[in-house]
């Protein structure tokens, strides 16, 4: 649960125990409002002060409620509240605090660098709740993003501990965002000491060095500026393509997605044509290209093409059946 909910979950706490002791004080022991008032906030605080006139056993009884009920509850939603609207908030904005939420994280992505492009890459993942956090030096961009509730860590993604400290041999892979290639290729290489088994997304400044990112380690190496020229150019000259690729960016409102998924060699339909198969007929679901166990790529399949082991199918599909159809295709 984040840290702001979680405040403000103890303030409404402490806010519903005061007037559990200011009604029961006016029904019980039949004082006036401000007297209410005034012992509901005493017995709260242990003050000390006066016992209420007229107590009964039962009045007794609920001041002892309510002291009990103040020490836990009261005490413990003031130090919680506290925490966060003047500590948390101190070292937040100094870029302090480490957020111990990383520990637990697995198979997640480390966005290093928060820039534009690092900032649009965050909001695509949390967007389709792929786990995901953030290494950032500047505390500026730091104390934003965990405002917005993200989770980040302050450091240079280029030393070894920042990134061991941001899970990354626990980590699918870094996507590296830094404006400098050079950067970039020193975080690729220092990831892949710590974990060669990653999966290295990373951006390329410059054409000319998208080569030297793949000898580094780079799995796939994307040029921002090369995108968006290609984009506008099909949006001028082919706009059904630029039409279709958009599908990408509004597939949330739309509620489908765009995914991936490897056959289980022990799948129902290894064998089967695409026809046969019940992936059009049950989920609906739209099958634009497979990519073979031996890297071809087969596009537009027909309904007669037989699904092989190994097979990697890319499709779109509604997001609400994606979960039960990767469970027929890919097994649990």
């Keep these: 649960m984040q840290p702001t909910r979680m405040a403000w979950i103890w303030f409404f706490l402490l806010v519903s125990v005061f007037l559990l002791g200011t009604v029961g004080f006016q029904l019980l022991l039949d004082l006036g409002f401000i007297d209410a008032i005034y012992y509901t906030v005493i017995t709260l605080a242990t003050v000390g002060y006066e016992a209420p006139p007229n107590l009964t056993d039962t009045g007794k009884l609920f001041v002892a409620f309510l002291v009990i009920l ?133 951006r390329a400044s410059d054409r000319k060095s998208m080569g030297v990112f793949y000898k580094a380690g780079a799995e796939k190496v994307i040029n921002p500026v090369m995108a968006g020229a290609a984009a506008i150019a099909w949006a001028s000259v082919k706009p059904a393509v630029a039409n279709f690729l958009e599908i990408v960016n509004i597939s949330r409102d739309l509620d489908i997605t765009f995914d991936s998924v490897p056959l289980h060699p022990d799948s129902k339909i290894v064998g089967q044509t695409l026809a046969e198969s019940p992936i059009r007929s049950r989920y609906n679901a739209m099958v634009i290209a497979i990519k073979r166990a031996s890297g071809q790529y087969i596009y537009n399949p027909g309904g007669s093409l037989v699904l092989e082991r190994g097979d990697e199918l890319i499709l779109i599909v509604d997001r609400n059946r994606m979960v039960e159809l990767r469970r027929e295709l890919a097994g649990p």
């Design 70 to 202: 103040g020490i836990g509850t009261a005490g413990y939603a003031v130090s919680q509240v506290t925490r966060y609207f003047v500590v948390d908030r101190l070292l937040s904005a100094l870029g302090k605090r480490r957020d111990t939420r990383v520990d637990k994280m697995e198979k997640h992505w480390i966005v290093c660098g928060l820039g534009r492009v690092g900032m649009e890459v965050m909001q695509h993942l949390l967007r389709d709740d792929i786990p995901c956090m953030a290494l950032e030096i500047a505390e500026r961009k730091v104390a934003s993003a965990r405002e917005r509730g993200w989770i980040v860590q302050q450091g240079d993604a280029r030393d070894e501990e920042v990134l061991e400290s941001a899970g990354v041999k626990r980590a699918k892979g870094p996507i590296t965002t830094l404006t400098d290639d050079s950067d970039n290729v020193y975080v690729i290489i220092t990831a892949r000491s710590l974990n060669p088994d990653l999966r290295v997304i990373a």
